[in-house]
């Protein structure tokens, strides 16, 4: 990490330049920190708790926020999309943007049909899924990323340390 002084009024950055930034995006999330989620019948869904991705966004970008929500109902599911802006965390990086979006179905009375909706919904049930679908959406964006974030988890076609950019060092990113 670079450290600079505060009395010479300069930032401190993560990263020297923009090759360690992609280097750190190019990285795998250690194994301690995928989870499994079983599926129907033997398939299983490996992912990164949203905590850990927000985490790591926090050490890898200089800033990053939402600058777009969107929400709207198809049916009884509620459906967000959102818009980050985000800053690398090394001198002279610029602000980029990336979308991300999510899907969850409405919580309806145990029993209930589609076609229920929404009087059967639970009557608090917005406010348990506006919160998940957004964390969803937020972390489906940081995915898009790169290999820190669990781009290449789930795929068929290639590992999780897949990367396009070849003979290029990785640097180990520690965690907490």
């Known amino acids: 990490m670079l450290f600079r002084s505060i009395m010479e009024n300069k930032e401190i950055y993560r990263f020297e330049n923009r090759q360690d930034y992609l280097n750190a995006l190019d990285s795998v999330m250690p194994n301690d920190y995928i989870k499994e989620r079983k599926l129907s019948g033997s398939n299983v869904h490996h992912y990164i708790p949203q905590e850990i991705k927000e985490s790591i966004a926090d050490d890898i970008f200089f800033s990053w926020h939402i600058v777009d929500e969107n929400y709207i109902l198809i049916a009884n599911e509620v459906v967000c999309t959102i818009k980050l802006q985000y800053q690398p965390n090394y001198p002279g990086a ?47 964006s940081f995915n898009s990323l790169g290999n820190i974030f669990g781009r290449n988890l789930n795929r068929k076609d290639v590992t999780n340390d897949f990367k396009i950019r070849k003979n290029v060092a990785v640097i180990p990113l520690h965690f907490f």
């Open 94 to 140: 610029d602000e980029y943007f990336c979308t991300g979006s999510a899907a969850t179905p409405v919580q309806m009375i145990a029993g209930s049909k589609v076609t229920d909706f929404p009087a059967k919904k639970h009557l608090n049930a917005l406010e348990y899924n506006i919160p998940s679908v957004r964390s969803e959406a937020i972390g489906n």
